[in-house]
């Protein structure tokens, strides 16, 4: 009891120095987590792990530990600490909600009440979920800690409670401030925790609109209703941390958690949480049958890199409607690496020629009549990768097929469809031959996979 009193007491302070800036800085060192520097304009920023939300199981991790700015992603505590007051009983769905001054001049997204408005704590917290609404989120922080400053200390030292070593808490809603940084693996954590704690209220983080006065509202994360068994999280965005997004999806009784941190855009974004799912429910299916995988052998879509394609209006959350994504022209690269491994897929994407409709010329046609003639020599089949066209899963086969022609020349490309993917295979090899190839894939650091028949 004393310990708690005396990190609160600690939490406290720090945000009394917070308030008062010409003090903050001469006191940084004597409170630890206001020593942390802000981020470095120079570092990546992309951040992504995924995990087993019923076991805590870390299926991958890139730079999970790495301090990045949460954005909007904030608002997931600022909404456990509000579950948290309801389940206690310190608060009420029906309670009101005042809008202060400072509320009211909070920067987009917001609600755009005005001061002296209210609205109900189960109204406040779909605006938080849905609408990620920031003069909500510094309301519900002043109904509960008396000040925005006294409830993101109180943010901070539940945070250090909940296991997350490596972040500290400014303010409610996830507005730009250098020193408000978290980790990947660090929201993984509170994403785990808000389900294992207050199940009865995460089902606001699957609903997919709300309207408020007349005025319907729509959820930013917009891999709800797109990807079968999403149901939550949320989404951020500010200028310095890029878009992030923690979400969580079921399928065959097995919950997993992505969380993404800065990619260039909303797209990329949603693209990379997706694949990280879909590759990790694809490894946990396997793992039940007794192989030995990981999520980084089969990842075969690259991290999303690059500058911000297109600033968000908004700031703490991110909108990109209308978006249009526009591809770089350049060719591939001559050499081959893992790099490239999945980048001339990408081709398919610039109008150059349709991959059903390839050029046409004797050596083809020649070589296409030997397959045809040609029966398997084995059962045994070699998997290259798992995409989501069955496009670019037949690109991959003919660049693997070009490039190791020795250990896949004879042997039966297809994409096969399976839980929403599509499986570049090679078919047709002994079990010795299936693993010759998968070595040479190796070799150069590509991953493959041996698959037995049966």
Not at 20 to 27: C, Q, R
Not at 31 to 55: C, E, F, G, H, R
Not at 116 to 129: F, I, P, R, Y
Request: aromatic content about 6%; overall charge positive; proline content about 6%.
């Amino acid at each position: 009891m004393f310990e708690r009193a005396r990190r609160l007491f600690l939490a406290l302070g720090a945000a009394v120095l917070t308030a008062v800036s010409p003090l903050a800085t001469s006191a940084q060192a004597q409170v630890p987590y206001l020593s942390m520097p802000s981020l470095p304009t120079t570092a990546p920023k992309y951040a992504a792990i995924v995990v087993d939300a019923k076991t805590g199981e870390v299926l991958y991790a890139k730079r999970a530990d790495s301090p990045r700015y949460p954005a909007s992603i904030t608002k997931i505590m600022t909404l456990y600490l509000t579950f948290e007051a309801l389940s206690s009983g310190r608060l009420r769905s029906d309670d009101r909600v005042m809008i202060s001054p400072r509320a009211a001049a909070q920067a987009p997204t917001k609600l755009g009440l005005s001061a002296g408005d209210s609205l109900t704590v189960n109204e406040a917290m779909q605006a938080l979920a849905i609408k990620s609404a920031n003069d909500i989120a510094v309301a519900l922080a002043e109904k509960l800690g008396g000040s925005e400053a006294r409830f993101a200390a109180m943010m901070t030292l539940r945070a250090q409670e909940l296991g997350m070593a490596n972040t500290r808490f400014v303010n409610a809603s996830g507005l730009p401030d250098s020193r408000q940084v978290s980790t990947a693996r660090d929201i993984g954590i509170l994403s785990r925790a808000v389900m294992r704690d207050y199940p009865q209220y995460y089902r606001l983080f699957s609903q997919q609109s709300f309207t408020f006065r007349g005025t319907p509202m729509n959820n930013h994360n917009g891999l709800l209703g797109a990807m079968p068994g999403v149901d939550g999280l949320k989404t951020g965005y500010t200028n310095a941390s890029g878009y992030n997004l923690a979400v969580s999806a079921v399928r065959d009784n097995r919950r997993l958690i992505a969380v993404v941190l800065g990619a260039p855009s909303t797209a990329k974004r949603n693209n990379n949480a997706e694949d990280l799912l879909l590759t990790g429910f694809d490894v946990m299916n396997r793992r039940a049958r007794g192989e030995k995988i990981t999520i980084a052998q089969n990842l075969f879509e690259p991290e999303p890199a690059g500058p911000i394609e297109r600033p968000s209006v908004e700031q703490g959350d991110g909108e990109q409607d209308g978006l249009k994504i526009v591809l770089a022209s350049a060719p591939p690269p001559a050499s081959f690496s893992s790099n490239d491994f999945v980048a001339p897929t990408r081709n398919l994407l610039r109008g150059s020629q349709p991959a059903d409709t390839p050029k046409t010329d004797k050596k083809t046609d020649k070589k296409k009549a030997e397959k045809e003639d040609r029966k398997p020599a084995g059962k045994w089949i070699v998997q290259v990768g798992a995409f989501k066209s069955k496009a670019l899963a037949k690109e991959q086969l003919a660049l693997v097929e070009k490039r190791f022609g020795n250990h896949f020349g004879k042997a039966d490309g297809d994409a096969d469809s399976i839980g929403g993917t599509y499986r570049a295979r090679f078919k047709g090899f002994t079990e010795a031959s299936a693993k010759d190839a998968c070595s040479a894939l190796k070799a150069k650091k590509l991953a493959c996979m041996v698959v037995k028949p049966g």
